[in-house]
């Protein structure tokens, strides 16, 4: 606008408050839920792998198409770009979330913490009996890859179901990287149990058959005291 067009203060029309429509917040909405289909639990591979880092040069390049449309003048032209660019913000809003969470952190844990700020944003099973059932179906998908022997499947589905066990012990309550720990202390207390009571015979666990090596560990689980 030209200044010396420009009117004083109290000539100017009062703009109105801006509000968003029912429809566009709704669509807003969905575009946000679909994002975090893509980047939750079963979600697109290529998407979760993606960093705040790796996203720049799409960021510019959607950036410069939509200049591109706007050169262009037409309306339907930009009206796309405008909705890609739409995407990569709500894309990268919800990956900063997420981005917070250190990558160094042990999986188990950090498994727990994205679980955490996902929930935050409301991205998260209802209760535990949900990702329970959701555990069920990863691990029918894991019998699948497992079935194919494909093993870049086969990993994937494995970290599925890691991760909706992490989440189902988040929802318990239950830290479970301590409970991993936990279970890992009381295998190697059995287990150097049966080893010194098989050298004990003079003997290696090793050249043991299976059932006296059963016997051992039973003998070991009573030892400890645990079950």
């Not at 839920?33 to 639990?41: D, I, K, M, Q, W």
């Not at 679980?115 to 209802?126: L, R, T, V």
């Not at 990287?177 to 295998?187: P, V």
């Not at 080893?195 to 059932?211: F, M």
């Amino acid at each position: 606008m030209d200044p010396s067009r420009r009117g004083s203060a109290a000539e100017l029309p009062r703009a109105r408050p801006y509000r968003v429509e029912d429809e566009n917040r709704e669509s807003l909405a969905r575009l946000v839920e679909v994002v975090r289909r893509l980047l939750g639990p079963g979600g697109c591979p290529w998407d979760r792998e993606q960093t705040l880092e790796s996203m720049r040069s799409y960021v510019l390049e959607e950036a410069h198409e939509v200049v591109d449309a706007i050169d262009a003048g037409t309306p339907e032209g930009l009206r796309e770009e405008l909705g890609d660019q739409l995407f990569l913000v709500v894309f990268l809003s919800e990956r900063g979330t997420l981005s917070g969470v250190p990558l160094a952190l042990p999986a188990l844990l950090r498994a727990h913490r994205v679980g955490e700020k996902a929930g935050a944003m409301g991205y998260d099973w209802p209760d535990a009996a949900s990702v329970r059932a959701k555990v069920g179906e990863e691990l029918a998908e894991l019998d699948e890859a497992l079935a194919s022997d494909d093993p870049a499947a086969i990993e994937a589905e494995l970290g599925d179901v890691l991760f909706a066990l992490a989440s189902l012990a988040r929802k318990r309550g239950v830290d479970a990287e301590s409970a991993l720990r936990g279970t890992l202390d009381r295998f190697s207390r059995r287990f150097r149990h049966a080893e010194l009571a098989a050298a004990a015979s003079g003997r290696r666990l090793p050249d043991l058959t299976d059932a006296e090596r059963d016997a051992l560990w039973e003998a070991a689980k009573r030892a400890t005291r645990e079950s």
